[in-house]
């Protein structure tokens, strides 16, 4: 969040958590319904939009392309869409604040138009890779430049793209979502092959919004030329931001916490697997369908945690749940091994050392790897430790003072309105005490 000033927090050690916890609308849900709707012909509802900043900003900068986009109430928007060539370019920059998805989908939505645009975050987000979009990107023929793979990025307008076929070197959401964006405004079929399945929200999405396309686990493919009809679109609650209930009432004894209508798509709840392989006690009710969506309530109790070897295959599936994990490991019994998650190196902060150097001031041991860690569990100290502005870290941190043996100060909170408005409130609603 450029510019906000300073909020740090403190966590403190509490008895037990109780109650139904309602969390808000899913992130990446709510990016890629603004984005599809704006460029959809007709009026689209979206209902559970997440009120955050990140998906305030997609609205934003697609307002100030043109769309008209009405709140009439808390997490609804009501969006004309003005159709797959209707945006219109702006003089101004289009800033994307802390989105690493906002604006990586946004390049690829930007690259096909006719106009050319700027796209620019906040500190975190100006240090984040985008060669990994501008590249294939490229091979469509967009031109885009960057400051040395990083942004701002000045997307030309390159009108036609043409269609890729391309396979991701690393798993990625983001970039396989921007290709099949830009594959809507190029010639012929653009076709992406991922090495492990990442969450497929862009794929069903487009498919609800009328447009064809193939899709199956690591595989999409589409082609350019048809058009998007408005569609209403309920964005389930968000895992993610479930998951630091998740491990809340995992570890903290006598808690029980329920999570109503959370989403299950299986690309997102890897968490739920390795809380369950770490001994976990967390059950689903009133498992149901919504908008294509598998929805349901998350039942957490606590249980005695013991330490794994986190399979590798769960990674990509529980990507932004690696903050919390690590807390839930620090209070396991014996040792947590993570492999394979280079990519945290590269979200809002660096995750691994950003958590690993918050652990040890709290007194945990957690060795560091080039591509995940090593915990071992005990106990939590007090202490203070620095979030970097990564909404996840604080969270986690907050989630930590909940077992520690003291106060928890954690650092540069604000960006937590990125993702999860009302964090605090709603935890200190079931038994946090945050302050
Ligand atoms: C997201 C994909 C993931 C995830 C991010 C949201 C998405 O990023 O970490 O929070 O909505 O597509 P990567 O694609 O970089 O793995």
Redesign the pocket.
């Known amino acids: 969040m450029s510019g906000a000033k300073r909020l740090d927090w403190v966590s403190r050690p509490a008895a037990s958590l109780h109650g139904d916890v309602v969390v808000p609308g899913d992130?990446?849900?709510s990016?890629?319904s603004m984005m599809l709707s704006a460029i959809a012909e007709g009026t689209s509802h979206i209902r559970g939009f997440l009120e955050g900043e990140d998906t305030r900003a997609t609205a934003a900068v697609l307002a100030q392309l043109g769309v008209s986009i009405e709140a009439p109430s808390e997490g609804e928007r009501t969006v004309r869409g003005v159709g797959l060539h209707g945006l219109r370019g702006s003089d101004k920059p289009l800033d994307c604040g802390n989105a690493?998805?906002g604006m990586?989908?946004l390049t690829g939505l930007l690259a096909g138009q006719s106009f050319d645009s700027t796209l620019i975050g906040d500190e975190s987000l100006s240090k984040r890779p985008m060669r990994?979009v501008t590249d294939p990107l490229a091979g469509m023929g967009a031109q885009i430049d960057t400051q040395d793979g990083l942004p701002p990025l000045r997307v030309h307008g390159s009108r036609p793209l043409h269609g890729i076929r391309y396979e991701l070197p690393?798993?990625?959401?983001?970039?396989?979502?921007a290709l099949l964006l830009a594959g809507l405004y190029a010639e012929g079929s653009t076709e992406v092959i991922e090495p492990h399945p990442?969450?497929d929200?862009?794929e069903r999405m487009l498919a609800a919004f009328g447009w064809p396309i193939v899709f199956s686990p690591g595989y999409a493919k589409l082609e350019g030329g048809h058009r998007l009809r408005a569609t209403d679109v309920v964005v389930p609650a968000d895992f993610?931001s479930a998951a630091f209930f998740l491990v809340a009432a995992s570890i903290v004894p006598g808690s029980v916490l329920r999570l109503p209508s959370v989403g299950l798509n299986p690309r997102r709840t890897g968490l739920l697997e390795a809380l369950r392989l770490m001994g976990a006690d967390i059950s689903i009710e009133n498992q149901s369908q919504s908008g294509g969506e598998v929805i349901g309530d998350l039942i957490v109790r606590h249980a005695p945690l013991h330490g794994v070897e986190l399979p590798e295959t769960l990674v990509?599936d529980m990507?932004?749940e690696f903050p919390a994990l690590f807390i839930a490991a620090a209070v396991a019994q014996g040792r947590t091994v993570v492999r394979g998650a280079a990519?945290l190196r590269?979200?809002?902060s660096d995750r691994i050392a950003t958590m690993a150097t918050g652990m040890r001031a709290l007194g945990v041991r957690i060795e560091e790897t080039p591509d995940g860690a090593i915990i071992d569990g005990g106990a939590i100290g007090a202490g203070a430790v620095d979030s970097h502005g990564d909404h996840r870290i604080a969270m986690s941190f907050a989630v930590a003072g909940l077992l520690a043996k003291g106060e928890v100060t954690i650092g540069d909170c604000a960006n937590v309105a990125t993702?999860f408005p009302g964090f605090m409130e709603l935890a200190n609603s079931c038994g946090f005490a945050l302050s």
């Open positions: 992130k990446s849900v990016h890629r690493g998805t990586r989908l990994r690393v798993a990625s959401a983001q970039v396989k979502s990442t969450r929200y862009t993610s990509p990507i932004d990519e590269v979200k809002e993702s």
